[in-house]
């Protein structure tokens, strides 16, 4: 973990619904014994989708403990992959590539104009909790820059005014 940004502890111990339980224990059968490790990644997308779309560190010592492994190798993997969020977020994360190409055509200028809409700076959620801004490296869409990645869906060639539609588009869906 980087010494500047420590995971929130919130105190709370999580347990996996039965179905999520069930669906961790078929991710682990796909490994052999003993490389049950294997499906870390694959279960801390499933703890962020039942725990409020963030891992907490309690969240991760759960993991861990699951997995029978240690928490460090846990803390390694959730901080190293820009996808999975160790502080809590929003239910709409932007995540705006900011690599070379990107850069080149505009990522900076959309950034920019995205703190401004909203009201925030990377790394930091809106009052209302619907959305949280956050840069990656890249995205793989170097052909369709600048762009962005919410969830699973991207969004390329854009323009500030196809960041505001898509702003007011999230907002009319998710209803604020």
Not at 8 to 13: A, D, F, L, S, Y
Not at 144 to 171: N, S, W
């Amino acid at each position: 973990m980087s010494s500047h940004h420590q995971p929130h502890k919130t105190g709370i111990k999580p347990q996996f619904s039965p179905a999520a339980m069930q669906r961790v224990h078929e991710l682990m059968s796909h490994f052999p014994k003993g490389k049950q490790k294997s499906a870390l990644l694959s279960i801390l997308h499933l703890a962020e989708e039942e725990f409020g779309g963030w891992l907490s560190v309690d969240t991760m010592d759960y993991v861990a403990e699951i997995l029978n492994i240690k928490p460090i190798e846990v803390y390694e993997v959730a901080t190293f992959y820009t996808m999975l969020n160790i502080e809590p977020v929003g239910k709409i994360v932007f995540e705006v590539c900011r690599t070379g190409p990107c850069m080149l055509v505009g990522s900076d200028q959309l950034i920019e104009h995205i703190e401004k809409r909203l009201n925030i700076k990377i790394g930091e959620t809106t009052k209302d909790g619907m959305f949280t801004l956050k840069t990656a490296e890249c995205l793989g869409a170097c052909g369709y820059a600048p762009m962005l990645q919410c969830g699973k869906k991207f969004h390329e060639h854009l323009t500030p005014e196809k960041v505001d539609t898509i702003i007011d588009e999230y907002r009319k869906q998710f209803g604020n």
